[in-house]
C-alpha cells in the first residue's frame, strides 16, 4: 500500500499533468493567453517599501516617496499597481486551475450521485441511523470519503502558498470546518449522512469554474447563464434541501432513533457551522447579483466582475487599470488589490464559492 507522502506526490504528479496536456491546450485553443501584466521598473527604494512595509501606501508615504525619489505621486502609485500586478497569475494559469477544479467537482459529483441512488438513505433518511453505529463501511463509501478528504487537504495547504486573497480568514474556517467533520463523521461512523452532507455540497461548484473558465474565455453570455445557474443551485441547495432534508435527519430524526451522545451533539453543532457560512455566501452572491443587474441597466454586465469586492473567491479575469480614474485627484487615489481566486470556492466563491 502507497504511504500517504506517496499518494500527495502521485497526486500531484497527475494535477501537473493535467493542466499541462489537457487545460493549457484547451486555453491556447479558445484564445487565451499567458501574457503576464506588465513588469514595474526596477526600483530599490519602492521595492524596499513593498516587500517589508505596505503593498498599499498612504498618501503621506507617497509624498514622503515622491520628494525622495522625485517621481509624482501618480508615478508613485503607478509602480506600486504594476507590482502588485506582477504577483498575480496570468488569465492561462488561472483558467488552467479552474478547469483542473471543474473537472474534480463535476467527477465527485458524479461519483456522489451514482453512489448514493443505490443506497437506501438517499431515498428514506431515517436509514442513517437504523443499526448505529454498527453500520459496515463499504470500499465505495470509503473511496467517497479518502477522495473528499484529500481534497480538501490539498485546499487547506494551498492556501498558505498560493497568493493570500481577501477571504483568507473565512475560506481557511471553511477548510477547517470541512476537515473537522469529515474526519468526525468517518470515526464515529456517520458516513452514510456524511455522504449526503458531501453529495449536496458539490452540486454547486462545477457550475461556478465552468462560469470562471467562461469569463476568462470572454465567453460574456455564457459565463452569465451559468453564474445564474450556480447561484439558483447554490441557495436552493444550501439554504433549502440542506436545513430542511439533512439538518432535520441529524437533528430531529437521529434523536428520536438513536438518541443523543456526545459525539451527536458536536457533529451537529459542526453542520450548524457550515450552514452559517452557507448563509453568509448565499447573502454574498445575491448582493453580486444585485450589483451586476443595476450595472447591467446600463449595458452589459458580468457577475464575476462586480463580484471581487465581495468574494475574492468568484474572480475577475482583468488586473487591475494602468491608468487612474479621470477626474480623482493623484495624491488621493486608491487603488484595490483585486486579488481572486476560489477554492472555490464562492463558492466559494468559495464562490471560492467554494462552499
Known sequence: MKSRGQMTVASKYRNLRMLEFVAKPCAIALN?????????????????VFTAITKHPDEKRLEGLSKQLDWDVRSIQRWFRQRRNQEKPSTLTRFCESMWRFSFYLYVFTYGVRFLKKTPWLWNTRHCWYNYPYQPLTTDLHYYYILELSFYWSLMFS????????????MFLHHLVSICLITFSYVNNMARVGTLVLCLHDSADALLEAAKMANYAKFQKVCDLLFVMFAMVFITTRLGIFPLWVLNTTLFESWEIVGPYPSWW????????????NCFWSYLILKIACKAISKGKAGKWNPLHVSKDDRSDIESSSDEEDSEPPGKNPHTATTTNGTSGTNGYLLTGPCSVDD
Not at 492556501?159 to 473565512?170: M, S
Not at 453543532?269 to 457560512?277: E, F, H, N, V
Open 159 to 170: 492556501q498558505f502558498t498560493d497568493i493570500k486573497r481577501k477571504d483568507f480568514g473565512i
Open 266 to 277: 458536536v457533529f451537529n453543532l459542526l453542520l450548524l457551522l457550515i450552514q452559517g457560512l
Open 32 to 48: 487565451i493567453q499567458a501574457n503576464g501584466p506588465q513588469i514595474a521598473q526596477p526600483n530599490a527604494i519602492l521595492e524596499k
